[in-house]
């Protein structure tokens, strides 16, 4: 897409009835930040518990599966969450958001975070019955621990340095 392609799509968004809606319902965009903050502690807060179970934290009283069954349930609502009320946020500044320097940061943060994820539960994850409970988790489920780390901590950080950038 050109630069004035891009523009014109950004426009279009800033003009939409749902962002003049979020820019005109007082204490709306408020809301929604605080939302999306409780959507990231969601989202982060069990993945990194999970990821720190990768890593050996609880590996002789924890399986994977469990801690997988309880945590990424709820890593998935607040990624839900996160997304719904970070799109909604992004809408009536789009172009002004868009242009900041962490925004191709943040967006490639989560590119890399959603690929480790579908890498590690296509490969890693299928094989868990051999490593569910007090054996060394594979290298390649601990670098996704640390893949999904980075990134996560990489995306809100990223996300922070829009109100800034």
């Given at each position: ?69 309880h945590l990424l349930r709820l890593s998935h ?71 999904s780390l980075t990134s996560w901590s990489g ?11």
């Amino acid at each position: 897409m050109t630069v004035l392609a891009m523009d014109n799509f950004f426009s279009w968004l800033e003009d939409s009835w749902f962002s003049e809606a979020i820019r005109g319902t007082a204490y709306l965009y408020p809301m929604l930040e605080s939302i999306h903050i409780i959507g990231i502690a969601l989202l982060i807060g069990p993945a990194a518990a999970f990821d720190l179970r990768l890593l050996g934290l609880g590996r002789r009283v924890l399986r994977v599966t469990t801690a997988a069954n309880h945590l990424l349930r709820l890593s998935h609502l607040g990624f839900v969450i996160a997304a719904a009320t970070g799109v909604a946020m992004f809408l009536p500044g789009a172009s002004l958001i868009a242009d900041r320097g962490s925004a191709p940061w943040k967006l490639g943060l989560i590119l890399l975070a959603g690929l480790n994820i579908l890498i590690f539960h296509r490969r890693t994850y299928s094989r868990v019955a051999d490593w569910d409970i007090d054996q060394p988790t594979p290298v390649a489920a601990r670098l996704a621990a640390v893949v999904s780390l980075t990134s996560w901590s990489g995306v809100t950080i990223a996300g922070r340095l829009l109100a800034y950038t």
